[in-house]
């Protein structure tokens, strides 16, 4: 295979992978040092997180092909991208808290289900609980209800067990 050829390859790989995947994240990690990087690698690979370094003249290309060029400012200098297919809210939890660690982990930008999102909008959606917190709240949300209609329930049970009594 050409040099040519595995360029357009790569291009190709990137692209797919930023349109399939639910939440991309873009990171300058100049000034990590290799024990940190590695720790960051294996904390992103155990939630299913795909951590890969490009280079930007590729990443743009591939941006190009799939419609996402408002991502290219960001792809300048030492860039690392995360892409994750199945959970929206780990590579950027992950990032956020590692880069709050070491001051050296720069986030720039992220794809989110297909939109680019800034810094700003990664750090937020960093904040967001997990998956299964989000689940836990949502089943509390609506047990609530239930657990009050039992609990009236109950009550006017015992009120006439006493009338009667």
């Not at 000034?31 to 743009?60: C, D, H, I, M, P």
């Not at 591939?62 to 991208?81: M, S, W």
Request: net charge negative.
């Amino acid at each position: 295979m050409s040099v040519l050829e595995q360029k357009q390859q790569v291009v190709s790989d990137i692209a797919t992978k930023l349109r399939e995947s639910k939440s991309t994240i873009v990171v300058d990690y100049r000034g990590l040092n290799v024990a940190e990087v590695t720790e960051l690698r294996k904390q992103l690979r155990e939630a299913g997180v795909e951590f890969k370094v490009y280079k930007n003249s590729l990443a743009r290309r591939a941006t190009a092909e799939a419609e996402l060029t408002d991502l290219d400012a960001n792809l300048v200098g030492p860039t690392a991208i995360a892409f994750s297919v199945d959970d929206v809210i780990a590579p950027a939890k992950i990032l956020n808290e590692f880069a709050k660690k070491h001051d050296a982990l720069e986030l720039k930008a992220g794809v989110i289900e297909g939109r680019v999102a800034s810094v700003e909008e990664v750090k937020a959606l960093a904040e967001l609980p997990s998956r299964e917190g989000l689940l836990s709240m949502l089943a509390n949300v609506l047990q609530a209800p239930m657990r009050g209609l039992a609990l009236v329930t109950k009550a006017v049970a015992e009120q006439k067990e006493e009338q009667g009594a």
